[in-house]
T-cell receptor, first 119, second 115 residues
Framework: DSGVTQTPKHLITATGQRVTLRCSPRSGDLSVYWYQQSLDQGLQFLIQYYNGEERAKGNILERFSAQQFPDLHSELNLSSLELGDSALYFC??????????????????FGSGTRLTVV | DAKTTQPPSMDCAEGRAANLPCNHSTISGNEYVYWYRQIHSQGPQYIIHGLKNNETNEMASLIITEDRKSSTLILPHATLRDTAVYYCIVRVRGAGGTSYGKLTFGQGTILTVHP
């Protein structure tokens, strides 16, 4: 258990539908990152939030949106789903939590991912 | 962040050392070398990082050349469970959450450990 929790683990939905992926960061981490990993592509950065505010955007489609809540958990909303959106979606967190040591200060911790299948 | 170059794949016999190279010839003085790995469909896992000195932890050793233009990740006694994609990433080390940015993953090296 990395400390980053993603739900659900698997999701199967139809084209045109909307889904929400959830991420709970490691305790005390302020930054949350979302990544997409398709079969034919590597890990693609989507978006970063820090303490509730959007910090950086990557290759995130307009049909996708995210937010980070006051309790620091984050949600990634995917709408008007297409077959090509089928992928693994990973969340990572990082921060400066006291007592987390070297890895906590300078490393990123990834969750186990949500596998989205659009049919 | 500096670009890195890694071989697409490598093989290693179980119990032997696995040496994974990474070229980062455009690395800047304030950029660190990070290594992550991704075991099939799992989330990437932090392995080790360093600036210019060699580093060792319970998972691996990191050897950085004196000119810092390349590095080698060493898994001293590879096991079947070390079969994974290994990513070498170069980036500025963040001093706090606000200065953190995304990790940019390349294609990595697929390491296959054989019995």
């Amino acid at each position: 258990d990395s400390g980053v929790t993603q739900t659900p683990k698997h999701l199967i939905t139809a084209t045109g539908q909307r889904v929400t992926l959830r991420c709970s960061p490691r305790s005390g981490d302020l930054s949350v990152y979302w990544y997409q990993q398709s079969l034919d592509q590597g890990l693609q950065f989507l978006i970063q939030y820090y303490n509730g505010e959007e910090r950086a955007k990557g290759n995130i489609l307009e049909r996708f949106s995210a937010q980070q809540f006051p309790d620091l958990h984050s949600e990634l909303n995917l709408s008007s789903l297409e077959l090509g959106d089928s992928a693994l979606y990973f969340c990572a967190s990082s921060g400066t939590s006291p007592g987390t040591g070297e890895r906590g200060l300078y490393g990123y911790t990834f969750g186990s991912g949500t596998r989205l299948t659009v049919v | 962040d500096a670009k890195t170059t890694q071989p697409p794949s490598m093989d290693c016999a179980e119990g032997r050392a696995a040496n994974l190279p990474c070229n980062h010839s455009t690395i800047s003085g304030n950029e660190y070398v990070y290594w992550y790995r991704q075991i099939h469909s799992q989330g990437p896992q932090y392995i080790i990082h360093g600036l210019k000195n060699n580093e060792t932890n319970e998972m691996a050793s990191l050897i950085i050349t004196e000119d810092r233009k390349s590095s080698t990740l060493i898994l001293p006694h590879a096991t079947l469970r070390d079969t994974a994609v290994y990513y070498c990433i170069v980036r500025v080390r963040g001093a706090g959450g606000t200065s953190y940015g995304k990790l940019t993953f390349g294609q990595g090296t697929i390491l296959t450990v054989h019995p």
